[in-house]
């Protein structure tokens, strides 16, 4: 036997994040759980996929007099888990609003990155990139 199906369609992922990751710009990627948003892989500086509030969290924390030290992984990763949030909702309620088409892409612009989200039936893609000069 070759492989399954689903360890096929896992290595085309795979290759296809690889190639996604060295684009110039791509800072980030995050792969989303279509049903219930839980995060299936996360590639590039998670940090930047953060949320400004966490970031803020993070910066008050590191900057705060106690004598305990933050732990930096744990801020991050519930960073991560916000952000992951944010995006499988914003899919799933803006996904509401063209209710007789398909919805096929998301770009969300700021002026320091760009965020273009992805949906398909089995997974959500977010990729956060360096916004180009206008």
Not at 101 to 128: C, F, G
């Amino acid at each position: 036997m070759v492989g399954s199906p689903a360890a096929n369609g896992h290595d085309s992922l795979e290759e296809k994040l690889g190639r996604l990751s060295k684009k110039p710009g791509v800072k980030a990627s995050i792969i989303l759980d279509r049903v219930n948003g839980a995060i299936l892989k996360t590639s590039g500086d998670v940090s930047a996929l953060r949320t400004a509030k966490a970031r803020d969290a993070a910066t008050a924390t590191a900057a705060s007099f106690s004598n305990d030290a933050p732990i930096p992984e744990e801020s991050e990763s519930k960073g991560v888990e916000d952000f992951a949030a944010m995006i499988w909702n914003f899919v799933s309620t803006s996904g509401q609003l063209v209710e007789e088409d398909e919805l096929r892409l998301l770009r969300l612009r700021t002026k320091k990155q760009e965020i273009v989200i992805v949906p398909d039936s089995k997974y959500v893609l977010a990729v956060v990139h360096d916004t180009p000069p206008a």
